[in-house]
């Protein structure tokens, strides 16, 4: 049955899964006949971090009208804010502030993660409370902090929008509805993708796409087990974890909010107190500041915090550094970037 | 005007048919039928997944350099498939309380595996973290206090360390206890410390206590993890939905017969009236009732093969049967893959101390060469090689160089028995192997016998009586995987003989137009009470470690699968024959 997931996976249309897995097979082949030979520009296929696909299976005629209504403020109370408003997508898809501004000048309480690459993790939000893309749409409208929209008044306004009930007929027999609304956006996030990293060419056998120091600080953030969580194909959003693992980050940092207790306010189970999805660290160079109260400016920072709270040791300045280069090396592409 | 009343007549026979046929039409229980297949195999699916999300989450934890992608990639599905079951009439429609209840019961456990899978996912990137660390950490603070020479506290730590060691082994909630109460006393005098041991030593507690604390919480995730009482609630659900619905059915077809009937009685008197209209109308309303009949057998036909559909076949029973089977089947692989896992951790600790030994040597060693480059007094200079004599016999000693070898070949023992125990599970779980295509037994059992040769004690004789049977059609590789697993447990049993005549008899024959294949060997035998268990997975009367007790399981998956039987005959302590039979199929002419 773990295969049938397998299949799944590698079944869908152009996936690089599908490359890769025909690679595994390959190699084993390979590995069988010259056993522990290694051969130049060979996809490295045993390690805990794998490449974004190359492309991915979206129907474009959702993607364009997603990408409308993704940039169209009448999704807010007041027709001011966007998604794009927050999750500017020249700018990594976030605004690169602590916490972002909603309608009416309202402020936010949680860090804006990034929309890149959010079709790869396992749930939405720092808490997971979303399972979909499509459920995540809820949130940030609905939001009085955010959009503060009421569904049926965003409905209306589409309606007498001039172009969106022709472009929801052709997709939808029942044209524009909340869940084809949050299926179309949905459909826009899952487009998002950033493939084809300098560090996804090194996995997939180009052994110069990366420098040497970047390498070395790859092997330093395996060894010093960061590893341990942001891990999987988008580097992180694959399991939660709590923050302050080893030591309490919390009770230094102070005055708890209620965004601080994570998958508690979700669950309401006491393990799940300042549990968080640990977050994909993909488009990390691009979407400072950092962690979900965005306290960390830089990356330099937010590694001072990961290694003080979640590894509970210290590296030298030397290996730090390194590994912000690493890092440096994840963001892949998208048009929407440029 | 002498037509009229026998057109009426034609007209509202014609009506009646009509109400008839709508009637007919609208008691097809085939849409039943659907939905009722589509519900059991949902539940199986899920059943499945739950089983294999399990096993996706064990192996995690088994291989290094895994990530957990692939355990989440269950979670669509699985999510899918709730929200399928959750709206379907199963848990909507009018059905009696009691099911409704057991698929709410049997949706919730789902549910907490879910979130166990959770804990156990951060539970164990936290444990794996701390692992690697904790003996880093305690040796930078033994260092830190030697060079101190606070020999008092070295030694105290050495013994926490010791001690945290063996709670990870073996952990108890009242060692959990006691080792957290010393960790905070440390804690608590930290500030008697100079800074430069303070830090190393906060390191430390640190971990000691994360690991302290989380190994409980890991272990009771991982044994949620591989509970499997919701595929148990599932198969109980299953065998309760299935005799509701064959009752309700029953039920429902009885009535629907008695009106039948009694409709037809009225069409045929309808019809007989009709007669009295006139010869021509009396034919077409002949022909009408010939319709009608004819069109009521083919419905009848089709109700009766939808339902014997839906009663079982479906669906791979086999699968189905060892849903039942799978927390015993859990237990062993969560046994078969801790206890070597267990050993390889403690080999590497051992082999960890060589390392840093020999380290220590070397750094001797090269200080030793820099100082003989300046030295000229030859007493001095064999003064200092004697000492290094010295330093080589006790580190050949304290490190147990000698019996390095024999820690890493045991290592390397451990981890073909873990490979052994998921690549078993595969075999088993596996179901895309079924590259279907003519081919020879003979072959099969060649290629079979050359596969399984490394299991065959030495002295033990094979021998072949192959006949010429016709081609077979099916998965040459699951049929080698049958032959592999016969002839493997032969070796086995003679192996346990401690025999030097062992011998393998590997026959072919057409047998009532089945291809027929027997494995015989002269081993120990098997019991009656080992014999009604045989087949089933995970049961295995081998020592742990040395079997999964999937083998014969999947033998009988596989044959099965291909419509022939697994039978076996034994005599304890004199030998056993397994015989299986393939139907023979006529090749299509090409």
């Given at each position: 049955m773990m295969l049938t997931t397998r299949r799944t996976l590698k079944s869908s249309?152009?996936?690089t899964w599908q490359l890769a897995c025909g690679f595994k097979l390959c190699l084993l082949g390979l590995a069988m006949m010259c056993s522990s030979q290694v051969l130049a520009?060979?996809?490295?296929?045993?390690?805990?971090i794998k490449p974004i696909p190359l492309t991915v299976d979206v129907d474009p005629k959702k993607v364009a009208l997603g990408r409308l209504l993704f940039h169209d403020?009448?999704?807010?109370a007041d027709n001011?804010?966007?998604?794009?408003?927050?999750?500017d997508l020249k700018t990594g898809g976030v605004d690169r502030v602590k916490f972002s501004k909603g309608i009416k000048g309202r402020m936010g309480k949680i860090n804006t993660p990034t929309v890149y690459n959010s079709g790869l993790l396992f749930r939405q939000f720092w808490d997971g409370r979303a399972e979909t893309l499509e459920d995540q749409v809820d949130g940030p409208v609905q939001n009085p902090v955010e959009m503060g929209s009421q569904w049926p008044d965003v409905l209306a306004k589409l309606y007498d929008d001039e172009k969106y009930p022709g472009m929801f007929k052709a997709i939808y027999e029942d044209g524009i509805t909340r869940d084809n609304v949050k299926n179309v956006i949905a459909e826009f996030q899952r487009s998002l993708i950033t493939p084809n990293s300098r560090f996804d060419q090194y996995l997939r056998g180009d052994e110069n796409a990366i420098t040497a120091r970047e390498k070395h600080g790859y092997k330093l953030f395996k060894r010093y087990g960061c590893?341990?969580?942001?891990?999987?194909v988008a580097v992180g959003g694959n399991m939660f974890q709590l923050f302050g693992a080893v030591n309490s980050y919390f009770k230094v940092r102070g005055n708890i909010t209620e965004a601080d207790m994570g998958r508690f306010n979700v669950t309401g189970n006491p393990e799940d107190k300042h549990v968080f999805k640990v977050p994909s660290l993909r488009m990390v160079a691009l979407t400072p500041p950092y962690l979900h109260d965005g306290t960390a400016k830089t990356m330099r920072d937010a590694e001072d915090v990961m290694f003080k709270f979640q590894l509970g040791r210290k590296a030298p300045d030397d290996d730090i550094e390194a590994m912000v280069e690493f890092l440096k090396t994840l963001a892949g592409e998208h048009p929407e970037m440029k | 005007m002498k037509r009229m009343p026998g057109i009426f007549l034609l007209v509202a026979a014609i009506a009646f048919s009509g109400a008839l046929g709508f009637y007919l039409v609208k008691t097809m229980p085939v849409q039943q039928d659907i939905v009722f297949a589509d519900n059991i195999e949902n539940i199986q699916k899920l059943q499945a997944m739950d089983a294999a999300w399990s096993l996706a989450a064990l192996h995690t934890y088994s291989t290094p350099n895994s990530d957990f992608d692939e355990v989440a990639a269950y979670l669509p599905q699985v999510r899918e498939l709730r929200k399928a079951l959750g709206i379907s009439e199963l848990a909507t429609g009018d059905v009696p309380e009691t099911l409704k209840n057991k698929l709410i019961r049997f949706l919730l456990m789902i549910e907490s595996k879910e979130e166990s899978i959770e804990h156990f996912k951060s539970n164990f990137a936290v444990v794996r973290n701390s692992l690697k660390f904790l003996p880093l950490a305690s040796r930078a603070l033994n260092v830190k206090l030697r060079e101190m020479d606070d020999k008092k506290h070295a030694e105290n730590i050495s013994d926490l360390y010791e001690r945290t060691n063996a709670f990870l082994q073996r952990p108890d909630e009242g060692n959990q206890a006691t080792l957290l109460v010393e960790f905070n006393k440390m804690d608590e005098n930290m500030m008697a410390f100079p800074e430069s041991v303070a830090n190393p030593l906060g390191n430390f507690l640190s971990h000691a206590r994360v690991l302290v604390e989380r190994k409980i919480q890991l272990d009771s995730s991982v044994e949620k993890v591989v509970d499997l009482r919701a595929s148990k609630i599932g198969d109980e659900l299953i065998s309760q939905y299935r005799t509701y619905y064959s009752d309700a059915l029953a039920k429902h077809y009885d009535e629907r017969f008695v009106n039948f009937i009694i409709a037809l009685v009225a069409a045929l008197l309808l019809a007989i009236i009709a007669i009295m209209g006139g010869v021509m109308l009396f034919r077409q309303a002949q022909e009408f009732a010939e319709k009608l009949e004819q069109g009521i057998d083919e419905k009848t036909e089709a109700y009766e093969h939808a339902a014997a559909e839906a009663s079982g076949s479906m669906v791979d029973k086999n699968l189905d049967q060892s849903m039942a089977g799978m927390g015993r089947m859990v237990a062993t692989v969560a046994h078969e893959v801790n206890t070597p896992l267990g050993y390889l951790g403690s080999n590497l600790q051992v082999l960890h101390n060589g390392m840093e030994k020999m380290q220590t040597l070397m750094n001797e060693f090269s200080m030793l060469k820099n100082d003989l480059g300046g030295m000229s007094d030859s007493d001095q200079i064999s003064s200092r090689i004697d000492n290094f004599a010295i330093l080589v016999q006790n580190t050949q000693d304290e490190a147990m160089l000698d019996e390095l070898p024999e820690i890493v070949d045991d290592m390397q023992g451990g981890i073909e028995q873990i490979q052994h125990v998921i690549k078993d599970l595969g075999d088993f779980s596996r179901k895309d192997r079924s590259d279907e295509d003519w081919f020879d037994i003979k072959q099969c059992v060649e290629s079979a016998l050359k596969m399984a040769k490394k299991e065959i004690t030495p002295g033990t004789k094979v021998q072949m009586d192959l006949a010429d049977v016709p081609e077979t059609f099916g998965s040459p590789a699951e049929i080698n995987q049958v032959l592999i697993n016969l002839i493997n447990n032969a070796a086995h049993a003679i192996e346990a003989t401690d025999r030097d005549n062992g011998l393998i008899k590997i026959r072919t024959s057409l047998e009532k137009g089945q291809v027929m294949v027997s494995v015989m060997d002269n081993g120990e035998g098997i019991d009656e009470e080992t014999r009604r268990k045989i087949f089933e997975p995970f049961f295995t009367t081998k020592d742990v470690g040395k079997g999964t007790g999937l083998g014969l399981a999947i033998v009988r998956r596989i044959v099965t699968k291909h419509g022939g039987k697994v039978m076996l005959k034994s005599i304890p302590g004199k030998g056993t024959n397994f015989v299986f039979v393939l139907p023979v199929k006529k090749r299509p002419q090409e």
């Amino acid at each position: 049955m773990m295969l049938t997931t397998r299949r799944t996976l590698k079944s869908s249309k152009h996936s690089t899964w599908q490359l890769a897995c025909g690679f595994k097979l390959c190699l084993l082949g390979l590995a069988m006949m010259c056993s522990s030979q290694v051969l130049a520009g060979e996809p490295l296929l045993n390690e805990p971090i794998k490449p974004i696909p190359l492309t991915v299976d979206v129907d474009p005629k959702k993607v364009a009208l997603g990408r409308l209504l993704f940039h169209d403020p009448q999704l807010s109370a007041d027709n001011t804010v966007s998604c794009a408003t927050c999750h500017d997508l020249k700018t990594g898809g976030v605004d690169r502030v602590k916490f972002s501004k909603g309608i009416k000048g309202r402020m936010g309480k949680i860090n804006t993660p990034t929309v890149y690459n959010s079709g790869l993790l396992f749930r939405q939000f720092w808490d997971g409370r979303a399972e979909t893309l499509e459920d995540q749409v809820d949130g940030p409208v609905q939001n009085p902090v955010e959009m503060g929209s009421q569904w049926p008044d965003v409905l209306a306004k589409l309606y007498d929008d001039e172009k969106y009930p022709g472009m929801f007929k052709a997709i939808y027999e029942d044209g524009i509805t909340r869940d084809n609304v949050k299926n179309v956006i949905a459909e826009f996030q899952r487009s998002l993708i950033t493939p084809n990293s300098r560090f996804d060419q090194y996995l997939r056998g180009d052994e110069n796409a990366i420098t040497a120091r970047e390498k070395h600080g790859y092997k330093l953030f395996k060894r010093y087990g960061c590893v341990s969580c942001h891990q999987g194909v988008a580097v992180g959003g694959n399991m939660f974890q709590l923050f302050g693992a080893v030591n309490s980050y919390f009770k230094v940092r102070g005055n708890i909010t209620e965004a601080d207790m994570g998958r508690f306010n979700v669950t309401g189970n006491p393990e799940d107190k300042h549990v968080f999805k640990v977050p994909s660290l993909r488009m990390v160079a691009l979407t400072p500041p950092y962690l979900h109260d965005g306290t960390a400016k830089t990356m330099r920072d937010a590694e001072d915090v990961m290694f003080k709270f979640q590894l509970g040791r210290k590296a030298p300045d030397d290996d730090i550094e390194a590994m912000v280069e690493f890092l440096k090396t994840l963001a892949g592409e998208h048009p929407e970037m440029k | 005007m002498k037509r009229m009343p026998g057109i009426f007549l034609l007209v509202a026979a014609i009506a009646f048919s009509g109400a008839l046929g709508f009637y007919l039409v609208k008691t097809m229980p085939v849409q039943q039928d659907i939905v009722f297949a589509d519900n059991i195999e949902n539940i199986q699916k899920l059943q499945a997944m739950d089983a294999a999300w399990s096993l996706a989450a064990l192996h995690t934890y088994s291989t290094p350099n895994s990530d957990f992608d692939e355990v989440a990639a269950y979670l669509p599905q699985v999510r899918e498939l709730r929200k399928a079951l959750g709206i379907s009439e199963l848990a909507t429609g009018d059905v009696p309380e009691t099911l409704k209840n057991k698929l709410i019961r049997f949706l919730l456990m789902i549910e907490s595996k879910e979130e166990s899978i959770e804990h156990f996912k951060s539970n164990f990137a936290v444990v794996r973290n701390s692992l690697k660390f904790l003996p880093l950490a305690s040796r930078a603070l033994n260092v830190k206090l030697r060079e101190m020479d606070d020999k008092k506290h070295a030694e105290n730590i050495s013994d926490l360390y010791e001690r945290t060691n063996a709670f990870l082994q073996r952990p108890d909630e009242g060692n959990q206890a006691t080792l957290l109460v010393e960790f905070n006393k440390m804690d608590e005098n930290m500030m008697a410390f100079p800074e430069s041991v303070a830090n190393p030593l906060g390191n430390f507690l640190s971990h000691a206590r994360v690991l302290v604390e989380r190994k409980i919480q890991l272990d009771s995730s991982v044994e949620k993890v591989v509970d499997l009482r919701a595929s148990k609630i599932g198969d109980e659900l299953i065998s309760q939905y299935r005799t509701y619905y064959s009752d309700a059915l029953a039920k429902h077809y009885d009535e629907r017969f008695v009106n039948f009937i009694i409709a037809l009685v009225a069409a045929l008197l309808l019809a007989i009236i009709a007669i009295m209209g006139g010869v021509m109308l009396f034919r077409q309303a002949q022909e009408f009732a010939e319709k009608l009949e004819q069109g009521i057998d083919e419905k009848t036909e089709a109700y009766e093969h939808a339902a014997a559909e839906a009663s079982g076949s479906m669906v791979d029973k086999n699968l189905d049967q060892s849903m039942a089977g799978m927390g015993r089947m859990v237990a062993t692989v969560a046994h078969e893959v801790n206890t070597p896992l267990g050993y390889l951790g403690s080999n590497l600790q051992v082999l960890h101390n060589g390392m840093e030994k020999m380290q220590t040597l070397m750094n001797e060693f090269s200080m030793l060469k820099n100082d003989l480059g300046g030295m000229s007094d030859s007493d001095q200079i064999s003064s200092r090689i004697d000492n290094f004599a010295i330093l080589v016999q006790n580190t050949q000693d304290e490190a147990m160089l000698d019996e390095l070898p024999e820690i890493v070949d045991d290592m390397q023992g451990g981890i073909e028995q873990i490979q052994h125990v998921i690549k078993d599970l595969g075999d088993f779980s596996r179901k895309d192997r079924s590259d279907e295509d003519w081919f020879d037994i003979k072959q099969c059992v060649e290629s079979a016998l050359k596969m399984a040769k490394k299991e065959i004690t030495p002295g033990t004789k094979v021998q072949m009586d192959l006949a010429d049977v016709p081609e077979t059609f099916g998965s040459p590789a699951e049929i080698n995987q049958v032959l592999i697993n016969l002839i493997n447990n032969a070796a086995h049993a003679i192996e346990a003989t401690d025999r030097d005549n062992g011998l393998i008899k590997i026959r072919t024959s057409l047998e009532k137009g089945q291809v027929m294949v027997s494995v015989m060997d002269n081993g120990e035998g098997i019991d009656e009470e080992t014999r009604r268990k045989i087949f089933e997975p995970f049961f295995t009367t081998k020592d742990v470690g040395k079997g999964t007790g999937l083998g014969l399981a999947i033998v009988r998956r596989i044959v099965t699968k291909h419509g022939g039987k697994v039978m076996l005959k034994s005599i304890p302590g004199k030998g056993t024959n397994f015989v299986f039979v393939l139907p023979v199929k006529k090749r299509p002419q090409e």
